[in-house]
Every structure is written in structure tokens, then in C-alpha cells.
């Protein structure tokens, strides 16, 4: 396989006081590949998500995508460059209605802002116009289209997860951080976000997975990598890493 | 639609209402109620707090006043330079406390406006001291000087309805949207791309910008000024129209100005004890109506909508 490198992770680090919740981390993800995060709680997969996000500043190490040097921008400069996350609590906009949640997803691609927009400079209506049909699409893309114009907060939970993914697609990607995706989806559900993560990847996007269900993170996944304690344990196709002695030892607490 | 029937309302107030005293509570509503929209972008949409917007009106009043006094400037002249010295000096403010999470900018802003009635009050030789800067002189508009309470409740009016309009728009935006994205998740936000303290910077200039506005309309209309309006009281008094007039929305400010300056006219004979009735107000309102009129008004238009949506499809149901 020489697929290119879309993401490359070197030893990075970040403790909070004397806990060191991610220690000299490095791994890499292939353009269109599907990697999944596992580990047991307190593993340092949120916060390794949030590293990559720019939620949180890494305290070293280096994070290169698409060659550059990510770990010390700001999130809306992440999210320009093709990184795009969900949250584990749902993070909506709950004074938005569906459609609009997935609007401010569009942010990037328009150009107007508060005194183009005040004085309604010439392209206002068509800009709005094309953010509103593209966030439309999005929805049609996960099965929302229908609820476009209720409020976000009137949806049940699985749906809020969906409409997450939604707003996170209309940034239009490279790489899509999904934290804990199918946590509180019934096995309906996560079989259809499964369905959904494999045609998204078909659309050369992807992804880096964080979730407990095996199931679904063994059928969907390329490689896995496992963090326990902060460090990384193992990093490698699933079977693979379903037999390391290290990655049982940690889930079932036994001394490696 | 709104606001065609606030222009048609005002051309009544202007035709009507015979005793200039009315119109001058018009005039005075209208000019508060510039403040007030840009506090309500500020408020509602960014979800941040201003405890100084009365020093930014105050700094518009204060820079047209000495420019058309002093340094003889045509008032028209003196208008950009009040809004854009404003502006820049709430850049300067906000640059440094809008990139911290939390209330930051309600402490600097409260600072601000202390030190700036200081400086009104003070600076003797630049704005005259308590005995403030009289003879300022009128507007005029193409030779007609908008010098009775009637002409000049009709340039007010635009104003407001011009302000209306274009906040409305930017409610209605891209750049609205991020804004109230802002005040929904900072997180999701920025990793949606919005760039979370530039937005809250640009809105925050945005509204003093208004607020100078507004104090360049106060100074000549009332045509003398003096520090005691633009004391930190009248910062919280434009907080409690905010509040009381819902922030969710640009109207909000409007209605709360026009509530808050005719109470603050009824109130007159109490003296100093007007600020116990506003607290009051403003607790009860937090307590009862926690999105203020316009949020309660918007919260029963939301009943009935969706109890119309319950209905459908049980009508589909029975084909």
C-alpha cells in the first residue's frame, strides 16, 4: 500500500498538572483510511482528539497534516485546512434550528461578513442561498432532511449525533474526528452510522475514530491504535491488535 | 415588514402628537434605542457583556461637540470622526480581553467607562468639566436645520429604522449565524471554522460604533453636554433594556429602549432612588421572563406553530 500520509502524529505530549493524559504519541493516517482510537477510560483519546482539533494546545511533539505543521494554530485555522470533529457530549447549537446548525458548518466557504451582510452587498442573497442548499444536502446525506427546520434541541438523541456529523461534513473535510459516535445509539442506529462512515469514505474523506463499541470499530476500521495511560500500546490492523497480549492485558487490567 | 409599519408609526407620531414634550420622549427613545440594538447584537448574539457602552456614547457626544465647537467642524464632518475614534478605541479594548473565555469584557468595560466620566469631568479645558459644552450647534439637512423636536424625531426615526435594518440583516447572515454560534458552543464553533474572538471583536466595535452614533444625535439635538448622562448608571440602564426587551433579537431593543426611557420619565420625581425601581425590573424580568418580551412574545408564536405541527399529521392519519 503506498497510499500518502494525510496525518502524521510525532511524540506528542500534554499533561495536565502531574497527570500526563497523552505521552510521546506518534501515529500516522493515510489518505482515505479509516483509524480508530481505542483505550480503556482515562485513556487520552479526547484529549488526543482535542490536540488535533486545536480545542487544546499540545505541550510538544509535532503535528503535521498535509505537511504542515498544525499544533500550535487555532481551531477555526484547523477546521480551514480539512479537519473537522464531532464531540462526545453533543456540542449543537441549541438556539439554531437543524438546518442552521449545519449552516454554520458552511462558514468557511462564505465571504461576508457583519458590514456585507448589514448593508447587503451584492452576493449576499446568492451566497446565502447556495450555503442554505448545500446544508440541505448535508442533511439529505444523513437521513435529516425532513426536520431541516425544527429546533436542534426537539431532536432525540441519535439524531442530534447525526446532525453533528452533518455540520462536521459541511466543513468539508479530509479528515473527520469522530469522538465516541455511536456512545447512546441503539444497535440500529450504529449500524446505519457504520453504513454511513463507509459511503463517506468512499467520498475520500477520512477518518480517525474514537468509540467502545468493538463491534463496530473492528468491522469499520483499517488499523487501530490503542492508548492506555497516555501511551500508545499498539497500532495495527484489527485482528492484529485484537490478539496483543498488551491491549488484553490493559482491558481486562492484568500486569503486562 | 417590521419595519415599513415602524416608519408608518413614526410618520403618525410625528403628524399627530401635538405637544413637543411627547415628541422630545420620542426623540430620546429613539436615540437609546441605537445603543440598545448594537447591545443586543452584543448580548444576545455574541453572549457577551458591556458595562461601558455609556462611555462609547458619550465619546461620540463629547468628540462631535468639541469638533463643532471648537474646532468649528460641519457636523456631518465631525460625525465619522466621532464613530471611528470610538471604534478604535473599543478595538483597543477588546483586542486583549475578547480572546479570554468569561466575562473579561464586562470588567474592562466597566473600568473604561469609570475612567472616561472621569475624564469628562476633569479635563476642564477640552470638555468644560461638570458645567459641560453648551451651543453646540443643530443638524441640517440640505438647508433645513433640524432645529424643533418634530424635524428632528424625523432623522431620528430613519436612523433607527436604518439601524433595524441593518442588524436585522446581519442577524439573518453567515456572520449572524457565527455570532449566535458563538454564544451556543465556543468549542463547536471554532471547529466549524468561526474564528470565536474576531467575531466577538467586530461586533463589539460594531455596537460602539452605534452607541457613538447615537451620542453624535444627543449632542445636537439637545445642543449642550455635560458628563452626567454617560455615568456608569446609564451603562446599566442600557443593560436593563437589553434584558427587558429580549436580546434574542435586534426588535428587543427597541421595545426595551422605548420601555425603560418612558419609565425612566415617570420615575423622574424619585430622584435617585429611579435606580432602586431599575434593579427591581431588572431582577423581576431575569426571574419571570428570562428572554425578555420579545423571547416571551416569540415563545408563544413557537406554541402555536408547533401545536399546528402536532395536528398535521394526524389529519394524514385518517386518509
Redesign the interface.
Known amino acids: 500500500m503506498t497510499a500518502e500520509v494525510l496525518l502524521e502524529i510525532q511524540d506528542i505530549c500534554k499533561s495536565f498538572g502531574a497527570l500526563e493524559a497523552v505521552n510521546q504519541v506518534s501515529f500516522t493516517i493515510q489518505q482515505g483510511q479509516i483509524k480508530a482510537l481505542i483505550g480503556p477510560n482515562g485513556a487520552g483519546k479526547t484529549t488526543l482528539l482535542n490536540l488535533l482539533s486545536g480545542t487544546s494546545r499540545a505541550d510538544g511533539g509535532r503535528i503535521i497534516f498535509q505537511s504542515k505543521h498544525i499544533q500550535r494554530r487555532r481551531s477555526h485555522q484547523i477546521a480551514a485546512l480539512g479537519i473537522a470533529r464531532t464531540f462526545q457530549n453533543v456540542q449543537l447549537f441549541y438556539n439554531m434550528s437543524v438546518v442552521e446548525n449545519v449552516m454554520v458548518g458552511c462558514h468557511l466557504r462564505g465571504r461576508l461578513e457583519l458590514l456585507g451582510a448589514g448593508l447587503r452587498l451584492p452576493g449576499f442573497a446568492q451566497e446565502e442561498r447556495a450555503i442554505q442548499k448545500a446544508a440541505l444536502e448535508y442533511l439529505e446525506v444523513v437521513g435529516l432532511a425532513e426536520q431541516a427546520y425544527q429546533p436542534s434541541g426537539s431532536l432525540p438523541f441519535g439524531q442530534q449525533r447525526l446532525l453533528e456529523i452533518a455540520r462536521a461534513l459541511a466543513c468539508q473535510p479530509k479528515l473527520l474526528l469522530l469522538d465516541e459516535p455511536a456512545a447512546g445509539l441503539n444497535s440500529r442506529e450504529t449500524e446505519c452510522l457504520g453504513e454511513l462512515i463507509g459511503r463517506l469514505r468512499d467520498d475520500h474523506c477520512s477518518f480517525l475514530l474514537v468509540d467502545h463499541d468493538m463491534a463496530l470499530v473492528m468491522l469499520i476500521s483499517d488499523e487501530v491504535v490503542v492508548l492506555d495511560r497516555g501511551r500508545k500500546i499498539a497500532d495495527g490492523p484489527p485482528e492484529q491488535v485484537q490478539r496483543d497480549k498488551r491491549v488484553i492485558a490493559a482491558y481486562l487490567g492484568e500486569e503486562a | 415588514m417590521g419595519i415599513v409599519a415602524l416608519l408608518i408609526a413614526s410618520g403618525l407620531v410625528a403628524l399627530l402628537v401635538k405637544n413637543a414634550y411627547y415628541i422630545s420622549i420620542f426623540n430620546f427613545i429613539a436615540i437609546h434605542s441605537l445603543i440598545a440594538i448594537g447591545l443586543c447584537l452584543l448580548m444576545g448574539y455574541a453572549g457577551q457583556i458591556s458595562l461601558g457602552h455609556a462611555a462609547f456614547y458619550g465619546l461620540g457626544a463629547y468628540t462631535t461637540a468639541i469638533l463643532t465647537t471648537k474646532l468649528g467642524w460641519s457636523p456631518w464632518l465631525a460625525l465619522p470622526a466621532a464613530i471611528l475614534l470610538t471604534c478604535v478605541i473599543a478595538y483597543m479594548i477588546g483586542r486583549p480581553t475578547l480572546h479570554l473565555r468569561g466575562h473579561y469584557l464586562a470588567m474592562a468595560t466597566l473600568g473604561f467607562g469609570m475612567i472616561v466620566y472621569i475624564v469628562m469631568k476633569e479635563w476642564l479645558s477640552l470638555t468644560g468639566g461638570n458645567s459641560g459644552l453648551s451651543s453646540i450647534p443643530a443638524l441640517s439637512i440640505a438647508g433645513i436645520a433640524l432645529d424643533t423636536d418634530r424635524r428632528f424625531f424625523c432623522l431620528a426615526s430613519l436612523a433607527v429604522a436604518g439601524t433595524l435594518l441593518?442588524?436585522a440583516?446581519?442577524a439573518d447572515?453567515?456572520?449572524?449565524?457565527?455570532l449566535?454560534?458563538v454564544?451556543?458552543?465556543e468549542?463547536?464553533?471554532?471547529?466549524?471554522?468561526?474564528?470565536?474572538a474576531g467575531y466577538k471583536l467586530?461586533?463589539f466595535v460594531?455596537s460602539a460604533g452605534f452607541a457613538a452614533a447615537a451620542g453624535f444625535l444627543y449632542s445636537h439635538y439637545v445642543k449642550f453636554i455635560s458628563p452626567q448622562p454617560f455615568d456608569f448608571k446609564f451603562s446599566i440602564e442600557l443593560v436593563v433594556m437589553v434584558v427587558l426587551g429580549g436580546a434574542?433579537s435586534v426588535w428587543g431593543g427597541l421595545i426595551g429602549a422605548g420601555l425603560v426611557t418612558v419609565l425612566g420619565e415617570a420615575l423622574r420625581n424619585f430622584g435617585n432612588y429611579d435606580i432602586i425601581a431599575f434593579g427591581a425590573i431588572l431582577m423581576l424580568v431575569i426571574i419571570f421572563l428570562p428572554n425578555g418580551l420579545t423571547g416571551w412574545m416569540q415563545h408563544f408564536r413557537y406554541l402555536r406553530r408547533s401545536r399546528r405541527l402536532a395536528v398535521t399529521p394526524s389529519i394524514e392519519e385518517l386518509k
Not at chain 2, 173 to 178: M, T
Not at chain 2, 187 to 196: L, P, Q, R
Open positions: 441593518f442588524s440583516n446581519i447572515s453567515r456572520a449572524g449565524r457565527a449566535r454560534a454564544h451556543g458552543s468549542v463547536a464553533a471554532a471547529t466549524s471554522g468561526v474564528d470565536i467586530k461586533v460594531l434574542g
